[in-house]
């Protein structure tokens, strides 16, 4: 085993201010093989693929490749040493062409025709069966194109590690295919490609080992074959079946048949595949799932704010049509994103000014509320959800992140909305913030509030919610309500087993 080790990683340590990212990190990726890099956010694998590609210094640790001891000081330290990454976002300059896309920045010491590279290039996408001109503007075509175009470059490039961070997260089945079909011919030419994905399906299609990450530590390294879809999912989590089966279950969670507020049937959106759902009055429901399972994505439709493509909503079993925002908004829907710092703050704006900007929007800017009004709603808030702020005119972006987070729920609950959507309201704040934040969503639900509550963490969302949507691959799996709402049954169905539904 030791004479086909391509890449080997050892006690990585990386520490961010108050923040220990990796401790004792351990990664081997052998010559001719395709490694997943699993862990839920925050588990680590960005932070060790940036010290792997030089985009961080590593703070312990050592790296070696081809059986040779190295330091990676820069991505073009590592692209000389044969490691090349696609990261999930484009990186390339879609005012360019294909080809100068694909050998910008590739100095030869010799001057070569813009024909020359242009043929270069279009040979390249032709053997990857990319459906692109090597004379076209890069930004002409598809995003799933361009991410073609990007791996074809690092392939080009004669790497011998290839790091494939989210690749089909842009693709559709036939281009996924097409990528997997890609990757095993590298395999059998000995590449060695470390796969990033939240897609548990394709790991299990086509990857030889799983290396699990949770809480920058390392949990383990696997063969795929080995591991059954319910233990990564277990290990990732950080809860083993047998331990999970065992948790009282004392308290029964019952969903009171209510009058439904809103329902969609074959909803979806340029980021959501079709679903159907409903959410009855004063019900606290949530969406669960592993990161980039697609739960983000379906609240995203249903509020507006990704296009939607197709599907009916009934609010009050009356037909509405909801393809922005503002049309949620006058609906009686609010929504806390899961970024609070890009779809969420307005940073340089005071606290009072982020409080009133979603009843402003739906006033109207031709309507502005007095500033005494502003005045009276911001202290409203800021004295019922306890924001600690030194005053009302504070810029939010100097809060903790647990008071912006207050911020912005104050925003929309002086809309005094009928049904709240609160994508990830608890992530990166302190327990005792989390607490509060339950507490307001269960006393919201008591009040007639229709709620969707969706966390990372599981066992929150079994605090907090009556009734679970479960998904996986941006389907939708399973439900879970009464006695099977437990972590047990989520990992199950999550994984594929008990508890699934067809689509």
């Given at each position: 085993m030791q004479e086909d080790s391509l890449l080997k990683m050892r006690r990585i340590e990386k520490r961010f201010p108050g923040v220990l990212a990796l401790h004792n990190v351990d990664f081997t990726l052998r010559k001719g093989e395709i490694h997943a890099l699993m862990g839920e956010n925050g588990a680590g694998k960005s932070t060790l693929i940036k010290i792997l590609t030089g985009v961080y210094p590593m703070d312990g640790g050592t790296i070696f490749?081809?059986?040779?001891?190295?330091?990676?000081?820069?991505?073009?330290?590592?692209?000389?040493?044969?490691?090349?990454?696609?990261?999930?976002?484009?990186?390339?300059?879609?005012?360019?062409?294909?080809?100068?896309?694909?050998?910008?920045?590739?100095?030869?010491?010799?001057?070569?025709?813009?024909?020359?590279?242009?043929?270069?290039?279009?040979?390249i996408l032709?053997?990857?069966?990319?459906?692109?001109r090597s004379t076209q503007q890069l930004g002409s075509c598809s995003l799933a194109v361009q991410q073609m175009v990007a791996i074809a470059r690092a392939v080009d490039m004669k790497c011998k590690i290839l790091i494939l961070d989210e690749p089909t997260s842009s693709l559709d089945d036939k281009e996924v295919n097409m990528l997997f079909t890609l990757m095993r011919d590298l395999k059998s030419k000995g590449v060695g490609i470390i796969f990033v994905t939240h897609f548990l399906e394709q790991v299990y299609e086509v990857s030889d080992r799983i290396t699990v990450l949770r809480n920058g530590e390392l949990v383990g390294e696997y063969l795929t074959e080995e591991l059954p879809q319910v233990q990564l999912v277990a290990k990732m989590i950080g809860k083993e079946l047998d331990e999970l089966n065992t948790l009282s279950e004392d308290e029964e969670h019952e969903t009171v048949q209510k009058e439904v507020f809103y329902e969609a049937k074959d909803l979806a959106s340029s980021e959501a595949k079709p679903f159907d759902f409903c959410i009855h009055k004063g019900e606290v429901n949530g969406f669960t799932g592993l990161l980039g399972s697609g739960r983000s994505e379906s609240v995203r439709a249903i509020f507006g704010a990704d296009k939607v493509n197709q599907g009916t909503v009934k609010i009050n079993g009356s037909a509405v049509k909801i393809t922005?925002?503002?049309?949620?908004?006058?609906?009686?829907?609010?929504?806390?994103?899961?970024?609070?710092?890009?779809?969420?703050?307005?940073?340089?704006?005071?606290?009072?000014?982020?409080?009133?900007?979603?009843?402003?929007?739906?006033?109207?800017?031709?309507?502005?509320?007095?500033?005494?009004?502003?005045?009276?709603?911001?202290?409203?808030?800021?004295?019922?959800?306890?924001?600690?702020?030194?005053?009302r005119e504070t810029p939010v972006g100097s809060l903790s992140g647990g008071n912006q987070q207050k911020?912005?729920?104050?925003?929309?609950?002086?809309?005094?909305?009928?049904y709240l959507i609160l994508d990830e309201p608890t992530r990166g704040i302190d327990v005792g913030t989390k607490l509060e934040i339950q507490k307001l969503v269960l006393k919201l639900a008591e009040e007639g509030v229709s709620v969707t509550f969706i966390s990372s963490e599981v066992e929150e969302m079994l605090r907090t919610c009556s009734r679970l949507i479960v998904m996986r691959d941006r389907h939708i799996v399973g439900e879970l309500k009464g006695s099977d709402l437990n972590q047990a049954q989520v990992m199950k169905t999550i994984a594929g087993g008990e508890g699934t539904k067809d689509e």
């Open positions: 490749v081809d059986g040779m001891y190295v330091k990676i000081h820069s991505p073009q330290d590592a692209q000389n040493k044969g490691i090349s990454t696609v990261y999930q976002e484009i990186t390339l300059c879609p005012n360019l062409t294909v080809a100068e896309n694909m050998f910008i920045g590739r100095e030869t010491g010799i001057t070569v025709k813009q024909k020359d590279y242009e043929k270069k290039a279009d040979e032709n053997s990857l069966n990319i459906p692109a922005k925002p503002i049309d949620a908004m006058k609906h009686g829907i609010g929504y806390l994103a899961e970024d609070r710092k890009r779809d969420g703050i307005i940073a340089e704006l005071s606290v009072r000014e982020n409080i009133i900007l979603a009843l402003q929007v739906m006033k109207g800017f031709f309507k502005p509320i007095s500033r005494s009004e502003s005045e009276k709603f911001a202290d409203e808030y800021i004295d019922a959800l306890s924001i600690k702020t030194a005053s911020v912005i729920l104050a925003r929309w609950l002086l809309t005094h909305p009928e």
